[in-house]
């Protein structure tokens, strides 16, 4: 009795100094995001929902001169953003490296039956000259995270979903995320906290087992919900089914696992190449850059030595 009373005493004693234990959370299935831009109407019910479900301020409009997007780009407080890319009376040229032009794939698409004889200023939009391509922009939620790998102090880490999320309570506002991130997502609130925010996924949401406020509100299942792997199942399956049907500009992002050397858990059916929607081909990793900057300053350092050493010599 003495010893197990000894042994309880010595476990309060260094729960109170370093904290009690707490059994892990166990981990969940992978979950992300699949936006097919081709079903996406530009509606921003996914920017309203996610700024109302997180309490995230709302920006002045703006006009910019060179969209009807006053949103602008993502931000600290915009989360999602859909963007609205015109194309108008750029096509015509083959601008999306199709043989003979949109023309020729228009005049393809109706010979096999694909899109009726009609004035192509009125065809399905995939096959029109002049289109908006709308996409809803968002965290990609890194399988291996450039953000996560720069933060300093821990703030940023992966919860059982997988997901990548910022403690605003451990964040320093260093910025080295912000930085880090080759998509331009992580940003920090210079007007609140001065710390780094960027989409949770509604990690709040998820643990009660609902779906995130933007796949919720979204009116034509453009941004889907669900398990990484089912999604890119779909994934790939809508993508035949696009180009089947003579869309062969149709192509994924993220769904493979060669980019940042291990995939995307938000992942993306494009109509253009992906500069176009303005994200990287191929995104590049800060701490790739670690070990070759270290040799090359430890190489410098050795050559300035040995002058170093051949100068005082000579003195």
Aim: charged share 20%.
């Amino acid at each position: 009795m003495a010893i197990e009373s000894s042994q309880g005493s010595l476990q309060s004693v260094i729960g109170a100094l370093v904290g009690n234990k707490t059994k892990p959370i166990a981990r969940q299935a992978a979950m992300g995001f699949f936006t097919d831009t081709s079903l996406c109407i530009g509606c921003k019910a996914c920017e309203v929902a996610c700024k109302q479900w997180n309490q995230l301020p709302a920006s002045d409009p703006i006009w910019t001169g060179t969209s009807y997007d006053n949103t602008g780009a993502l931000s600290a407080t915009t989360w999602r953003h859909v963007q609205f890319i015109e194309h108008i009376g750029r096509r015509e040229q083959g601008s999306n490296g199709l043989h003979g032009g949109i023309d020729a794939q228009i005049a393809q698409a109706k010979s096999d039956g694909v899109i009726p004889m009609i004035a192509p200023g009125t065809a399905l939009p995939f096959f029109n000259t002049d289109r908006w391509l709308m996409h809803s922009d968002v965290c990609k939620h890194c399988a291996n995270a450039p953000c996560q790998e720069a933060c300093p102090t821990g703030a940023i880490i992966r919860t059982e979903f997988d997901t990548v999320y910022v403690q605003q309570d451990i964040c320093n506002g260093c910025g080295y995320c912000v930085v880090a991130c080759p998509f331009g997502v992580v940003a920090r609130d210079e007007r609140s906290d001065h710390t780094a925010h960027k989409c949770t996924l509604c990690y709040d949401r998820m643990k009660d087992g609902i779906e995130p406020a933007c796949a919720k509100a979204c009116p034509t299942d453009s941004i889907q919900f669900g398990e990484v792997e089912k999604l890119k199942a779909h994934a790939r399956e809508r993508l035949g089914i696009l180009q089947a049907r003579g869309v062969q500009e149709a192509r994924l992002y993220g769904v493979d696992d060669d980019i940042l050397e291990g995939g995307l858990n938000a992942s993306f059916l494009l109509l253009d190449e992906p500069e176009v929607y303005n994200l990287p081909a191929n995104p590049a990793r800060p701490s790739n850059n670690v070990v070759p900057a270290s040799l090359r300053t430890i190489l410098a350092a050795i050559i300035l030595g040995l002058f170093g050493i051949i100068f005082f010599r000579e003195d």
